[in-house]
């Protein structure tokens, strides 16, 4: 069974920064790409960042130069450094992999956390 748990979400001023981590275990064999989407109050869930395996990050327009996406492949973890936030970065964040695991070893699936909320005050 693979999970992917989110940490690091909660309350900050606006201009503040935040970290999350997410945690991907289970069975894995392999993750290709990670990443952090976001879903605000009434608005569709939209890209904040996705890094892979191997190869360059890609980015959100609304937090390009503002947020930074890594991972740590031996820890199966991703990480999303939040600076210089804004009310209108307030959202749930979820976590999303690509991975291959035992019970899919020929092919690769993709997989969600449950999400952490970020709040960001005026």
């Known amino acids: 069974q693979v999970q992917l748990v989110e940490s690091g979400g909660g309350l900050v001023q606006a201009g503040g920064s935040l970290r999350l981590s997410c945690a991907a275990s289970?069975?894995?064999?392999?993750?290709?790409?990670m990443g952090w989407y976001r879903q605000a109050p009434g608005k569709e869930r939209e890209l904040v960042a996705t890094i892979p395996s191997g190869g360059s990050t890609n980015y959100g327009d609304s937090v390009k130069g503002r947020f930074t996406i890594s991972r740590d492949n031996a820890k199966n973890t991703v990480y999303l450094q939040m600076n210089s936030l804004k009310p209108e970065d307030t959202a749930v964040y979820y976590c999303?992999?690509?991975?291959?695991?035992?019970?899919?070893?020929?092919?690769?699936?993709?997989?969600w956390g449950k999400g952490t909320l970020v709040t960001v005050s005026s």
């Open positions: 999303n992999a690509d991975l291959r695991a035992l019970s899919h070893r020929y092919s690769s699936r993709n997989y």
């Open positions: 289970g069975s894995i064999l392999s993750i290709n790409t």
